[in-house]
């Protein structure tokens, strides 16, 4: 009974080896069922468990990292249309 309760502590979800994949919605991404398992080089359901789980050490720092590089690819999609805007306000200029 001890090591039924135990598993269900040690999910995937909370593994320091696992990944989360997540897919782009019309206003933020959404996380799928499924991750990346870097001990195993495999995808797992974040319900799964193994005997190789570990705490997960990078907590916010991750989080932080995520967001930082999601903001980074609209700057360049921002920078992109506004170009795009500038040439056209060039083209009727002249």
């Known amino acids: 009974m001890i090591k039924e ?3 269900k ?3 995937c979800l909370c593994c320091g080896n696992f990944e989360g994949y997540y897919t782009k919605g019309l206003r933020r991404f959404e ?3 499924q ?3 870097r001990q195993y080089d495999k995808i797992v359901n974040k ?3 193994c005997e190789c789980w570990r ?3 990078r907590g916010g720092s991750f989080r932080k990292r995520a967001a930082t590089r999601a903001l980074y690819e ?3 999609d921002l920078s992109a249309i506004r170009q795009i805007m500038q040439e056209n306000q060039d083209e009727e200029g002249n």
Do not use: A, F, Q, W
Request: overall charge positive; aromatic content about 0%.
């Open 5 to 7: 309760e135990e598993k």
């Open 47 to 49: 319900e799964d468990s």
């Open 31 to 33: 996380r799928t069922k």
């Open 74 to 76: 609209i700057l360049i």
């Open 9 to 11: 502590n040690k999910k």
């Open 35 to 37: 991750g990346l398992c």
């Open 55 to 57: 705490t997960s050490r």
